[in-house]
DNA sequence: CGTAGGGTTGAGCGAAATCAAATATAGTGG
DNA sequence: CCACTATATTTGATTTCGCTCAACCCTACG
């Protein structure tokens, strides 16, 4: 899974707003892989920020650790996606990331990055990249704040099912996902215990069948009703205005 | 309070990275003042994304009305903030925004933020502005889920403080804040009743005092020692690599 | 002086946490 | 291939935090 191939990339790309040189750059940032053991940890909170990654193959998380000894997780990486953007304009990581299962990284530097934002076509697919993952977290906060646990494993499973089904790791409505419950509760911010009784309720009413790191949705659209999913933030294309104004 | 008067762009320009043409471009996004009246609405929901702004007077939040007939809060703006960068990438809004007070704000266009992309300096700029939002979301996204009320009310007042020092609006430990109980509520994902009651906890230790739309916290340092507050995500300067990085 | 929009306080309830123990299941080395 | 271990998951019992409902109070303002 390539840089190149992410929604926001192929965007700019079909609107013809990426040149051979962009196209290059951007596949520049994938030439040094490293090969990362489950567990991994690309790096803590509060060291030097000085690169980025692409994640290649494996999962991969970012978390903090807090005081009174839990763990909050913010995103769940998967293949294609960059690591490392949120700390861009910071000296300092403000979360520590980790692989969960084994997996491919691509790190590069920002030196790198800069070089993409002398390219506006690039620089605006690097913004609108970070957007997504924004709105992303936006939406994990909603649900949060506001819906039952229920409610928010629907949600949960619903985003990494379409997430999965973009880079096109869901098979006959089944994807394999390397998370424990201990990890999906410091996710969604509820105790691992209450995660297994929600995944009882869920594989009772027929919506949810997970045998260790595979899982099954019968009726994906079934769970997308349940929490009204709104999957602009996930599946929604480019403006085309953008290649307008990225010719000007 | 201008763009320019910002953290991250002061900080460029302090390292020389910002051009007199840069600057111009940044102040030529604050020509058009158009005033708010509390209350009134910016835009909605799933609109179409046509614009950005930069609050220069008041306060406005965005929300979401969710289906539950609740609301949930995602940013306060403060003056000097942008406002919408969350929807970049995107061609509808993914939240409403509104006023809180009445208040001016100067609304520009997605050409005019492409003509900043041109520019590296400016492109960093943005980008630096987008993932400090982002940061500060993610905080807010810890203490919502891991963290009681009144740990979540304390830091959220603590943030609220830091970013009014930041643009010089608290005087004497005190500062002006427009916000209803509910709004709050709201924005922490707990019922008005039980911000009350945290408020009356948070008196009675003498930590917080409140009258009406004033605040004072006779001690902020007690409250960020409560709350182990990490202020990098607001405090923070530019690396100062980026300097060289842009020059070359 | 009356009213409306905040804010406060009390009582009862419920969702989810915690604590604790019992079961799987995957991996490991022999 | 099996026994053993460590890690996950499930289930039950109890507790707690914060919600809801409801009444009441305050204060700014027309």
Request: net charge neutral.
């Amino acid at each position: 899974m390539s840089l190149i191939d992410t929604e926001v990339m192929r965007g700019l790309n079909t609107q013809g707003a990426l040149s051979h040189e962009d196209k290059a750059l951007l596949l520049g940032l994938e030439l040094t892989p490293r090969y990362m053991s489950a567990s991994e940890v690309l790096w803590q909170e509060r060291e030097d920020t000085d690169q980025f990654c692409v994640v290649k193959e494996g999962w991969a998380y970012s978390y903090r650790n807090l005081k009174n000894g839990s763990k909050q997780i913010f995103n769940f990486y998967l293949p294609g996606d960059i690591i490392g953007i949120r700390d861009f304009g910071f000296t300092r990581r403000l979360t520590s990331v980790a692989m969960i299962n084994k997996g491919v990284i691509c790190p590069f530097s920002y030196q790198q990055l800069f070089e993409l934002f002398g390219r506006s076509s690039l620089a605006v697919g690097i913004v609108a990249t970070a957007t997504r993952q924004q709105a992303q977290l936006s939406e994990r906060l909603i649900y949060l704040g506001k819906y039952s646990a229920y409610e928010q494993l629907t949600h949960f499973l619903y985003e990494i099912y379409l997430r999965l089904k973009r880079i096109k790791a869901v098979e006959n409505n089944s994807f394999f996902m390397p998370l424990t419950q201990e990890l999906i509760s410091d996710a969604l911010g509820m105790s691992s215990v209450h995660v297994s009784r929600t995944f009882s309720m869920l594989r009772e009413e027929g919506l949810v069948i997970r045998k260790r790191q595979h899982v099954m949705l019968p009726d994906p659209e079934a769970l997308a009703r349940l929490v009204e999913f709104n999957d602009s933030y996930i599946d929604e294309f480019l403006p085309p205005s953008f290649s307008e104004l990225l010719k000007s």
